[in-house]
């Protein structure tokens, strides 16, 4: 069964912010929402993670939901090297699974 | 900034040949994962090395796949024989051991068995 689900695909003007939604509705209290890309014929690269309370970095921001149900991805200012496909991943902080699923194609356009 | 090597970075093989990749991870990270990425889905864990030993290979398909760490340090992941299905993204990934963080993956191998 999937933690999470996105939607498949997204566009976004360039320059303009990037929102992209995950559902986790089964979460647990010890599960982190982690978020990777993968931009195309790369490995996918580590984005952010969080427990309960918006984080920033660098790259993104993420915001998770007071029922931690659900989060999003924000990318403040997106550029065409953006495009990627965006990965939302719930697990333990040590466990074993990283399961990527589907993901989401975001395409940021001209 | 540490990288994930891995080679060949492509590979083009004759179903039923053998072939091997390699990675060599971060240094220090005790964890390191296969992967393997079907064109147009997600990555799917084949196996979980803690140091030299095997912690989760319950998606490796043992009949034609091994995979080894012998020094916990750099692996190599074996297809004998391979077959048309096996094409693919082979991608390896490191982590810190005990720690919360993201894993750190490498450009991969892209398989193509004809």
């Known amino acids: 069964d999937a933690k999470t689900t996105q939607p498949t695909s997204m566009d976004c003007a360039e320059g303009r912010a990037a929102n992209l939604p995950c559902n986790h509705s089964?979460?647990?209290?010890?599960?982190?929402v982690y978020w990777y890309r993968q931009i195309h014929s790369q490995g996918p690269q580590y984005i952010i993670h969080?427990?309960?309370n918006n984080e920033t970095n660098e790259m993104a921001s993420l915001i998770i939901t007071e029922d931690r149900k659900s989060s999003t991805l924000i990318l403040p200012h997106a550029t065409l090297r953006d495009t990627a496909v965006y990965y939302c991943?719930?697990?333990?902080?040590?466990?074993?699974?990283?399961?990527f699923g589907a993901g989401t194609r975001l395409t940021v356009k001209p | 900034e540490a990288e994930v090597a891995q080679s060949p970075r492509y590979k083009i093989t004759e179903k039923s040949q053998a072939v091997a990749f390699w990675c060599d991870p971060i240094?220090?990270?005790?964890?390191l994962y296969w992967y393997r990425q079907i064109l147009g889905q997600g990555p799917e864990l084949l196996v979980q090395?803690?140091?030299?030993?095997?912690?989760?290979d319950s998606q490796l398909p043992k009949d034609r796949f091994s995979a080894e760490r012998l020094k916990g340090v750099d692996s190599t992941l074996k297809i004998q024989p391979a077959e048309l299905g096996d094409s693919a993204m082979y991608l390896c990934?490191?982590?810190?051991f005990g720690q919360g963080y993201g894993y750190t993956f490498g450009s991969g191998t892209r398989l193509t068995v004809v």
């Open positions: 990934a490191s982590s810190p």
């Open positions: 089964t979460i647990s209290g010890n599960e982190y």
């Open positions: 969080g427990l309960k």
């Open positions: 991943i719930v697990r333990v902080a040590d466990g074993n699974d990283m399961r």
């Open positions: 240094s220090g990270h005790a964890t």
């Open positions: 090395f803690q140091d030299e030993s095997v912690v989760d």
